[in-house]
């Protein structure tokens, strides 16, 4: 079992730029949450993911979009990147609302 | 106040001590509480799971949940320098929609010297 897998594993972008981060949910799992970890702090929710529906949804703006597809596999849209964007992306993945498996994440960085 | 609160520390021991790490809370909808283990540029990785109140052993890692107080504890024995990481709690209950997410602590540094 591969487990949670994410690409790209980093990630140099520069301000205005959009970006899309990938996500494959460890094999059973049909949820997908998305979140945003800043340097020394605890993970910050985005969105989830069931049923290629956003279920959930975080205090995050309109820039910060998703997708989930009929494989359960998401993907995280950025646009209009701002500096303070720059945070490790963790993908999670669990069986409805069960404990959550978690990616080793996507480091992005913007200048 | 936040609904999770947990000292970031750094917390320092030395090999072999039995370390204590902490959370508190406000909610009482809360009914699944975990702890997570994150070593430095990786992914959280689950360490403990509860439900509800009481204590829960696994190897050298003990979870306590007090509902009462709005508590949660993780401890460590024996602690060996392979367990320095960011330990982070997190808990869930269901929502209204009966939808659970996740709200986490800020997580504890905790270092083990040799």
């Known amino acids: 079992d591969a487990g949670v897998t994410q690409s790209p594993t980093h990630l140099i972008k520069t301000r205005g730029q959009q970006v899309t981060l990938r996500c494959s949910p460890k094999?059973?799992?049909?949820?997908v949450s998305w979140y945003q970890q800043a340097l020394g702090q605890g993970p910050q929710f985005i969105f989830q993911?069931?049923?290629?529906?956003?279920?959930q949804r975080g205090n995050f703006p309109d820039r910060f979009s998703g997708h989930q597809f009929p494989n359960y596999s998401s993907e995280l849209n950025v646009n209009a990147l701002l500096l303070g964007d720059s945070a490790l992306y963790l993908c999670?993945?669990?069986?409805?609302?069960?404990?959550?498996?978690f990616g080793p994440g996507t480091r992005l960085t913007v200048l | 106040q936040k609904e999770v609160e947990q000292d970031p520390g750094p917390l320092s021991v030395p090999e072999g001590a039995i370390v204590s790490l902490n959370c508190t809370y406000s909610?009482?909808?809360?009914?699944?509480f975990m702890w997570y283990r994150q070593y430095s540029r990786k992914g959280p990785e689950l360490l403990m799971y509860?439900?509800s109140s009481g204590n829960k052993e696994d190897g050298r890692f003990t979870a306590q949940v007090d509902k009462s107080s709005k508590y949660i504890s993780l401890f460590i024995r024996d602690s060996q320098p392979s367990d320095s990481a960011t330990y982070l709690c997190?808990?869930?209950?269901?929502?209204?929609?009966?939808?659970?997410?996740?709200?986490w602590g800020l997580g504890t540094s905790l270092a083990v010297n040799p």
């Open positions: 997190a808990m869930s209950g269901y929502n209204a929609g009966n939808n659970r997410k996740l709200i």
């Open positions: 909610n009482s909808a809360f009914q699944y």
């Open positions: 509860t439900y």
């Open positions: 094999s059973g799992h049909d949820t």
């Open positions: 993911y069931y049923e290629e529906e956003e279920r």
């Open positions: 999670a993945s669990s069986l409805a609302a069960d404990t959550q498996y």
